[in-house]
Structure formats: structure tokens, C-alpha cells
């Protein structure tokens, strides 16, 4: 990558976006739909608190994000329990021109279900159940705002699972994740949710006065995967599962940190089945919570992963011959307190910055080799940064993502860090903006907008987080 390129660190909200609905057309919305469909439940600001909640998400842990999205609050919350409660709502929306911004656990941490120019926030989270398991090819049909741990233990009723879920995977909905997430849990083996396979369809209503209750194949749904629900309210998803394995939680310790980055290089490529890798440098090792019976770190670098119980034979002699030794394990069945999955991904961000509130991160797919880049950065950095690892697969290939923790120092040294991140090399995933296109890969993305336009025509889905529309 190029050094000169802008990293762009957004310091207002977008122009172009649809104006916030007047108090009466707010009114006349809720009247209609209260008088249409009794059984609706609308939240309104007789309910201030609750209104405010659901119009927030984690977008804290970015200290650019979170003062932009001060004060931004929707209208009114609708909360639909059946398809026809979504289609009506998208009617009403339409037609009164109110913006309507969907929500299922509100966890994301980019501001995604913000409502960025008030207006109606439809909260999916009574549309949640698990319609249909193929026991044939064990494909699931299911309504957007189940959470997929409730999802989870349904599937493990007939020996399936989900292929990949984030480490909020107990507060998360299953149509958010595809909307708003990107990886984690699996993702050592089923790569990232955008990857072809992962969807394989999607019902969506359109946001029209005479909203369309659409079928979509895999094909047709890539465009609404990982768009913010701004070109379509999905309603249910058809996703493939995998065999469910009972993986065994696995904490290795290791004294030298050039030794445990080697050793989770190599294991990823060796033929054992591993679920999900997340390294943890020692600091940050030190600040996580552990599981019932697991030592507290000391002072090692922690290497974490969730197991095939097959592997372990392997994994525990080849471990210590790398310099690792197994400090604990236990099946994630029988794990008390936090499970291990819960210490990666965005959880690490959490659990470190529960103490150092004044710390941010960065998401980074890291060059390799990875060891060259980490001390090179740390150099460049000059201040404290520690580092969290996590394994994916990307396009076929093994590799390691980095999710750096560094002190929050205002956002010069910050846009320098991601400056020197892309000179040295690493495709960075930026977690301080707000756009779809701008946390992924920086381009527009033609099939997004073109499906925007045809589901959405009047904009008034998630406004201002598809740069492609309000550019084109
Ligand atoms: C501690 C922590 C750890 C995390 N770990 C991970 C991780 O491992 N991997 C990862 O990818 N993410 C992670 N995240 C981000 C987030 O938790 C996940 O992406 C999660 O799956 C989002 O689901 P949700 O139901 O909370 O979505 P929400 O936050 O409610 O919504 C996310 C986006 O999807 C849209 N949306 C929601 N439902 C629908 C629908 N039915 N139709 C159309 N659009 C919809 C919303 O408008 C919004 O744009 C983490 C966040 C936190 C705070």
C-alpha cells in the first residue's frame, strides 16, 4: 500500500442526508400504525431512556466515533413480531418519508444502527425463530433477529452449529451479525462472512409504500451482506451449519513472544482442526477475566484456542516442543465463568479497556511475515501498544489479524498509526468511521447501491453509511 494514502478519520456527519421528521409527521406515523396494528409495540419518548438505548450501540470504544454520534436519537422504536409488522412499517416509513434504521442486539461498534437523522429505529428482535434445519443438508431458513446463542443451542439439539459467530454471540442477532459483522469464531475455518457460501439467501421487505416481500438467492444476497441494512430490512436468512464439536478450550503460556508468535504460525498449518486462535501479548493476557479454574496470567504471553478433542494429543506434545505449555483446558460444555471465546475479538477490546477506558484499537490484516511488521510498528509507534492476535483464513490462505491496543493520544498520533500501518503493509479495517465502504475495503461498492436503489429508492434506510449513495 502506498504511504500517502488519507486515513480519512471522519469529523462531522455527512451532508446529503434525508432531514429529521417534524414532530407531526412523527405523530401521524405512530397513529396510523397504532390504529392498523394494535398488536405493534411502539416506544415513543414517554419512554425517554428506553429510546435512547436503542438508538445506541458500542461505537465508544472509537473516541472519533463516539462524539459525532452524540445526541443523534430516533423518534419512535417500532418493535414487529411477524413479517406483516415489518412490511407495514416499511409502508408507513415510505410514505410518510421517515427514516427508518434497523437494530437487532445493538452491539456493533462502528455506530452502524445510529440513526444518524432520527426518525424510526425498527428493533428485529421478536422476529426470532429458527423456521426450518434441513436435516438432509443441514441448511437453516431463520427470522433476522433470533441471537444466535439462543440459535445455537436449537442447532446443538441436532448436532449442528453455526459456522461462524462473533464473540458477542450471546447478545447478537443473526440478521445483525450479516448486516453489521465481519468474522470471528470459525473464522480459522470458514474465513469472513462475505466469503461465497457463507449466505446462501435472504427474505428482505422493501422500503416502498407497497413494500415487496422479496426472495433473494446467494447470488442476488451479496449485495446486502455487511451493508448496514441500508439497502434492505431482512427478515430471515438461509445459512449453511457444520457439524457441532464440543471444542476443548485450550490457554497455552509462553515466556518468549517471538516463540509463541511462531508457534501460532505454525499450528494453523498443521492437520488438526481448530476452531478459533487468538494470541495475547502478556499486558493484555494480565487484564483479561479467565475462566472458573484457570490461573491468572502472571507474566506470559497467552496463546488461546478452541480445539478439535482429536487434536489434543498433537497440539500438547508438539506445544511444549515450541516452547508452550498448556496452563489449563476444558470443554467449552463443561467451562464455568467465561468461556474462552469470549476473550477474543472485540471482547479483548472490552475486557482491557474496562480498565484503561482512555485506550482504542485498530483492526489490521497483518503482512507477512508478522513478526518483521509488529516490531517495526512498535518502533514507528515509539509509546506503549501491545498486541492481540487472531487467526482467519483469507481467500484459502492462514493468516493472522491484529486488533493493536494503544493509548488514546488524540487523532494526529492516531491518523500517524494508521499511516504507518499501511506503509508497513497491513490492510487496515478501520473501526473510527462510520461508512460501510470506508471500514472495508474503501471502495464503492456499484451492486450495494444499485440493490439501494432498487429496495430503498427514497434513501431512507440507515442514512448517511453508504458512502456509494450519497456520492453517486
Ligand atoms: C465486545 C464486542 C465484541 C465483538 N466481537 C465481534 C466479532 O467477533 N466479530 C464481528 O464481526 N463483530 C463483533 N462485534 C460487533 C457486533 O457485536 C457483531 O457484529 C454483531 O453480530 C452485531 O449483531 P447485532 O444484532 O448486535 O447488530 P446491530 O448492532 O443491531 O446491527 C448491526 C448492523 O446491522 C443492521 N441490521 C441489524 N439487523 C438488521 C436486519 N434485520 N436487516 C437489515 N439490517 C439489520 C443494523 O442497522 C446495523 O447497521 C463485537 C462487538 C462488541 C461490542
Known amino acids: 500500500m502506498p504511504a500517502s494514502l488519507p486515513t480519512d478519520l471522519p469529523t ?17 406515523l405512530r ?30 470504544y472509537s473516541p472519533v466515533l463516539e462524539p459525532l454520534f452524540a445526541g443523534q436519537q430516533a423518534q419512535v422504536v417500532a418493535r414487529p413480531t ?8 416499511a ?101 469472513i462472512l462475505r466469503d461465497p457460501g457463507n449466505l446462501l439467501g435472504l427474505e428482505v421487505v422493501t422500503v416502498e409504500p407497497e413494500p415487496r416481500l422479496l426472495q433473494l438467492d446467494a447470488a442476488a444476497s451479496e449485495a446486502l451482506n455487511h451493508a448496514y441494512g441500508s439497502n434492505g430490512i431482512l427478515t430471515a436468512l438461509q445459512l449453511p451449519t457444520t ?15 517471538d516463540q509463541a508468535l511462531a508457534a501460532a504460525q505454525a499450528i494453523v498449518r498443521w492437520a488438526v482442526e481448530l476452531n478459533s486462535l487468538n494470541l495475547l501479548e502478556e499486558p493484555v493476557a494480565r487484564a483479561m477475566p479467565w475462566p472458573a479454574g484457570c490461573p491468572e496470567a502472571q507474566c506470559e504471553h497467552r496463546l488461546l484456542l478452541l480445539a478439535h478433542p482429536a487434536a489434543l494429543p498433537v497440539l500438547t506434545a508438539r506445544l511444549g516442543q515450541l516452547g508452550g505449555q498448556v496452563l489449563w483446558q476444558k470443554p467449552q460444555s463443561q467451562s464455568k465463568g467465561i468461556p474462552l471465546r469470549e476473550l477474543g475479538w472485540n471482547h479483548t477490546t472490552l475486557h482491557w479497556r474496562s480498565a484503561q477506558p482512555d485506550w ?27 498486541w492481540h492476535l487472531e487467526g482467519v483464513r483469507q481467500q484459502g490462505d492462514q493468516r493472522l489479524v491484529c486488533l493493536p491496543l494503544v493509548p488514546w493520544q488524540g487523532r494526529q498520533r492516531l491518523e500517524q ?50 458512502r456509494g449513495w450519497l456520492e453517486r
Open 12 to 28: 462531522a456527519l455527512p451532508e446529503g442526508l434525508p432531514p429529521r421528521p417534524d414532530g407531526a409527521t412523527i405523530a401521524a
Open 31 to 60: 397513529a396510523e400504525l397504532a390504529q392498523q396494528h394494535p398488536g405493534l409495540e411502539l416506544v415513543g419518548p414517554e419512554r425517554g431512556a428506553e429510546l435512547e438505548r436503542l438508538s445506541r450501540d458500542f461505537n465508544s
Open 82 to 89: 411477524t413479517v406483516a409488522q415489518v412490511m407495514a412499517v
Open 91 to 191: 409502508s408507513a416509513c415510505a410514505r410518510h418519508r421517515v427514516p427508518l434504521t434497523c437494530r437487532g442486539g445493538g452491539t456493533g461498534n462502528y455506530g452502524q444502527c445510529v440513526p444518524l437523522s432520527g426518525g424510526l429505529v425498527l428493533d428485529l428482535s421478536g422476529l426470532n425463530r429458527l423456521r426450518d434445519l434441513d436435516p438432509a443438508t443441514g441448511v437453516i431458513t431463520v427470522d433476522s433477529g433470533a441471537l444466535m446463542g439462543d440459535l445455537e443451542r436449537q442447532l446443538a439439539a441436532s448436532g449442528r452449529a453455526l459456522r461462524l459467530v462473533p464473540s458477542t454471540v450471546r447478545s447478537g442477532s443473526i440478521g445483525g451479525f450479516i448486516a453489521g459483522g465481519s468474522v470471528g469464531i470459525g473464522s480459522l475455518r470458514w474465513g
Open 243 to 257: 457439524e457441532a464439536v464440543d471444542w476443548v478450550q485450550l490457554v497455552v503460556g509462553f515466556g518468549d513472544w
Open 360 to 386: 482504542t484499537y485498530l483492526q489490521l490484516l497483518l503482512p507477512q511475515p508478522e513478526g518483521a511488521f509488529l516490531t517495526a510498528l512498535r518502533q514507528r509507534w515509539g509509546g506503549p501498544i501491545h
Open 417 to 466: 498509526l494508521i499511516a504507518d500501518c499501511r506503509d508497513l503493509g497491513a490492510f487496515l479495517f478501520n473501526p473510527h468511521v462510520f461508512t460501510v465502504e470506508d471500514g472495508g475495503l474503501g471502495v464503492v461498492d456499484a451492486d450495494q447501491v444499485a440493490a439501494k436503489a432498487a429496495h430503498d429508492p427514497a434513501g431512507l434506510l440507515n442514512p448517511g453509511k453508504l
